[in-house]
Antibody
């Protein structure tokens, strides 16, 4: 079955970086884009960006440009999201979600990775 | 940038019909997708491309989109439908995904 398995929870200090992984299985990895979406405690969904696993091209939300990097490893069907210069406001659950390549809806989601930024 | 507006909360009596709106400038020209999120869980796609249901989503869930408003309709509401609901579009002008702020559905 189609699955996205994310890496475990992280605790980071302000100013540090975090790298979250998302391993895909059950489908052709390069046939779907991958979104990253985050959700701060008690808040709504916030889109961070998208990566095309086929060629590696990316598009980032303006809010995160310069701080976020999305990459992929086709040999392991894994995408990564690295966020740098962390601050307390980055404390959130980070989700990867498979994206339809024509209409960009997210039909499969990972369970989420909790990132806590605290001194 | 493109914005989507949802009511913060909607209440519906058990067994009745709930309607959750998503407002945006000429949203009828875009493809709207809807997600359900229960506490502590990842979102689940319930409607894609305005009115299509993924497999496994009950027929009670339906969607429409016209003019400046898209609507998610939940018929014969059940206690298990209590959740947050989010609308989403792809803004081709900016190449960005946009989410609505989310609506909390309460089944009374």
């Amino acid at each position: 079955q189609v699955q996205l398995v994310q890496s475990g929870a992280e605790v980071k200090k302000p100013g540090a970086s975090v790298k979250v992984s998302c391993k895909a299985s059950g489908y052709t990895f390069t046939s779907y884009y991958m979104h990253w979406v985050r959700q701060a405690p008690g808040q709504g969904l916030e889109w961070m960006g998208i990566i095309n696993p086929s060629g590696g091209s990316t598009s980032y939300a303006q809010k995160f440009q310069g701080r976020v990097t999305m990459t992929r490893d086709t040999s392991t069907s894994t995408v990564y999201m690295e966020l740098s210069s962390l601050r307390s406001e980055d404390t959130a659950v980070y989700y990867c979600a498979r994206a339809d390549i024509n209409y960009y809806y997210m039909d499969v989601w990972g369970k989420g990775t909790t990132v806590t930024v605290s001194s | 940038s493109y914005e989507l507006t949802q009511p913060l909360s909607v209440s519906v009596a058990l067994g009745q019909t709930a309607r959750i709106t998503c407002g945006g400038n000429n949203i009828g020209s875009k493809n709207v997708h809807w997600y359900q999120q229960k506490p502590g869980q990842a979102p689940v796609l319930v409607i894609y491309r305005d009115s299509n249901r993924p497999s496994g989503i009950p027929e009670r869930f339906s969607g429409s989109n016209s003019g400046n408003t898209a609507t998610l309709t939940i018929s014969r509401a059940q206690a298990g439908d209590e959740a947050d609901y989010y609308c989403q579009v792809w803004d081709s002008s900016t190449v960005y995904v946009v989410f609505g702020g989310g609506t909390k559905l309460t089944v009374l």
